[in-house]
């Protein structure tokens, strides 16, 4: 059986100019997560914004089967060319699943159809993932709900598409709630929004998001 390829893009900025999250993550969190996500049906690369076409050239989608995406502060420095290379190789049928703050990605929001605006505070609440739909391959494996102790509030009204497919709901202990894993098809490709994510609380170590994202892969593979 061949291998799913997979890219990792990180924007790979608050790594290289914040003491604390560099700590956390000293290879970015691309380089944690390639290691974390490692498996023997999964070729992983990573791709960063700084590298020419930001690591995604023709080649390199031509050569993915799912694209992660984690961005947050160099939004609008993704250039618009390659924004379009993606959305062409989504249609296509090249997975995508959009971590975090990558709400508001060039990509994510074309493809989402909609603004990705949301309610947030950075507080380290303590948030509560709710699994809705324990059914769906996402979320195989997952228990009820799980926690993690300290991270960013996303809170609802979050623009999202009407056609966004719900697997996991967020509490928070400030009150709020959120939409925090969905799908959506566009064309042939399928993608995934998953919510935790922060860049300066320990999220990607825990078991059960990595559980999350090693599904998301195999569940958006073409
Ligand atoms: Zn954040």
Do not use: C
């Amino acid at each position: 059986m061949s291998k799913i390829r997979v890219t990792i893009w990180n924007e790979f900025i608050h790594e290289k100019h914040n003491p604390e999250v560099k700590k956390l993550y000293p290879d970015g969190i691309h380089g944690m997560l390639a290691k974390a996500l490692a498996a023997s049906d999964l070729e992983i690369r990573t791709a960063t914004l700084e590298e020419p076409e930001h690591g995604l050239t023709q080649e390199v989608l031509d050569n993915t089967d799912v694209l992660l995406w984690w961005g947050h502060a160099a939004h609008d420095k993704v250039a618009d060319e390659v924004v379009q290379r993606v959305l062409t190789r989504v249609w296509e049928g090249m997975g995508i699943i959009a971590l975090h703050s990558a709400h508001m990605a060039k990509v994510f929001r074309q493809l989402n159809g909609t603004s990705g605006k949301l309610h947030w505070r950075e507080s380290g609440d303590k948030e509560r993932i709710w699994v809705t739909n324990p059914a769906h391959p996402i979320t195989y494996n997952l228990p009820e709900y799980f926690e993690l102790p300290y991270e960013e509030m996303y809170g609802e009204p979050f623009m999202i598409a009407n056609d966004a497919q719900v697997l996991m709901i967020s509490w928070f202990e400030g009150g709020e709630v959120f939409r925090s894993g969905f799908t959506l098809q566009r064309g042939n490709g399928k993608l995934f929004y998953f919510r935790p994510g922060h860049e300066s609380f320990p999220t990607y170590y825990n078991k059960n998001v990595q559980t999350v994202l090693a599904n998301a892969i195999r569940w958006a593979k073409p």
